[in-house]
Nanobody
């Protein structure tokens, strides 16, 4: 089993920044590609970003490309999502994901409990 605990969410004004963190425990961290998804009430959970086990390969949704940066610290079992130039439409619950095989929410092995990000206009 793998446990994921997110932190760093909160309320920020449009144009501001937040950094989300995800602490991973359980099986060896470098086994997994990691990622972030987000979801609003009544909507499907959508892909935000992913990173391969080494950190050398990353992917982003078009909506966040150029504003968000995913990274990982394999020595500390941490994954980060640096979010800059935030927009009100970025408001959502953000979920850390482990075992990300594609941008489909159906191809994720483990989920965190989520952290709320609210961007005010």
């Amino acid at each position: 089993q793998v446990q994921l605990v997110e932190s760093g969410g909160g309320l920020v004004q449009a144009g501001g920044s937040l950094r989300l963190s995800c602490a991973v425990s359980g099986r060896p961290f470098t086994t997994y590609a990691m990622g972030w998804f987000r979801q609003n009430p009544g909507k499907e959970r959508e892909f935000v970003s992913s990173i391969n086990w080494s950190g050398e390969s990353t992917n982003y949704a078009d909506s966040v490309k150029g504003r968000f940066t995913i990274s990982r610290d394999n020595a500390r079992n941490l994954v980060y999502l640096q979010m800059n130039s935030l927009k009100p439409e970025d408001t959502a619950v953000y979920y850390c994901a482990a075992g990300v095989r594609s941008s489909s929410r159906a191809e994720v092995d483990y989920w965190g409990q989520g952290t709320q990000v609210t961007v005010s206009s």
